[in-house]
């Protein structure tokens, strides 16, 4: 059997799927993979199944002087951890695992922008407290979500759950930005031709870009500085498509009315200066965590392995 390594902890049904055509070995750790033991399961291993922050850059493969490893099956949609280039050139195949994660990240969304909009986390810090006297007519005043104008910035398989969700459930109008033209949003919605139009547009923008070089910070100051005072911004994407510094400045300022982040750009660091503020929602990166969908998520990797070995395509290459 082919030796394959899964880099953390996995639901059992996915690990027993795995072990029925492998040999698996699960690294106990939740932590990201040590660069220096990711270049020696390259030597020691077939296949490796990684995940978020795990180091596959063009160094740590450069590292590794005989490349044993001919795959590596990511465990999910996001796979900027992994240099493709670097990992083609040494002989390895990349998959992810996209579709699996879809509605459960839509779902995040929509919970961040929900308790943003309608100080739901304040609200819940000032009840824990015991600070709560009862309810009053002014109390916790936030945005009515329904009927407003969201602008989704990305509009793939992930954009098209939000805006659903957002038209459907919300009767909110969608607007939304796209390097390339989307024949079928799902829903009514209008795509704009620049970004900083749908910042101004909008009451609420919801960030679902991947991460590569060309979507780094692509929201900055100036998309920032379009939004209008009350826009509430919501990442749900990775961190560092945020300018995080840009973000706290606008917030410090009132330029903005809020934000929602489920991602960050230097995590698990959040800075301090986000965590002080009542205007902010932060979660601990949540957008798959869901049992039924992280074993969805893990099935779908089994099924890019099995191919491979079958020599069949794959069903979820990126390179």
């Not at 945020?242 to 800075?271: C, N, Q, S």
Request: charged letters at 20%.
């Amino acid at each position: 059997m082919q030796k394959l390594l899964v880099t953390r902890p996995l639901p059992d049904a996915v690990i027993e799927a795995l072990s029925s055509e492998f040999e698996t070995t699960v690294r106990p750790e939740t932590s990201p993979m040590p660069a220096e033991d990711m270049t020696t399961a390259l030597q020691d291993y077939d296949a490796l199944l990684p995940t978020l922050r795990d180091p596959l850059s063009a160094e740590v493969i450069a590292a590794a002087e005989d490349i044993r490893c001919k795959i590596l099956a990511n465990f999910g949609v996001g796979y900027n951890h992994i240099d493709v280039a670097a990992a083609e050139a040494a002989g390895m195949l990349v998959t992810n695992t996209p579709g699996a994660v879809t509605d459960a990240t839509a779902d995040i969304a929509m919970t961040l922008m929900l308790m943003t909009c309608r100080r739901a986390g304040e609200g819940e810090r000032v009840v824990r407290a015991g600070n709560w006297d009862g309810w009053h007519p002014t109390q916790f005043l936030g945005m009515h979500m329904t009927g407003k104008t969201v602008g989704i910035v990305g509009m793939g398989r992930i954009g098209k759950a939000i805006a659903k969700r957002a038209a459907l459930g919300f009767d909110m109008k969608v607007v939304f930005f796209n390097r390339s033209p989307v024949a079928d949003p799902g829903v009514p919605a209008t795509q704009l031709e620049t970004l900083e139009s749908v910042c101004s547009a909008s009451d609420i923008v919801v960030v679902a870009v991947p991460a590569t070089p060309e979507t780094h910070h692509i929201i900055n100051a100036a998309a920032l500085a379009a939004m209008q005072e009350h826009t509430i911004l919501v990442n749900i994407a990775r961190g560092d498509v945020v300018d995080e510094t840009a973000l706290i400045e606008a917030l410090e300022a009132g330029k903005i009315g809020g934000a929602g982040l489920d991602v960050y750009e230097f995590e698990p660091e959040v800075p301090k200066a986000l965590m002080a503020m009542e205007n902010v929602t932060l979660f601990p990166h949540l957008g798959t965590a869901a049992l039924e969908v992280r074993v969805d998520m893990g099935l779908m990797a089994a099924a890019n392995l099995n191919a491979w070995i079958a020599g069949e395509e794959l069903p979820n290459r990126v390179s």
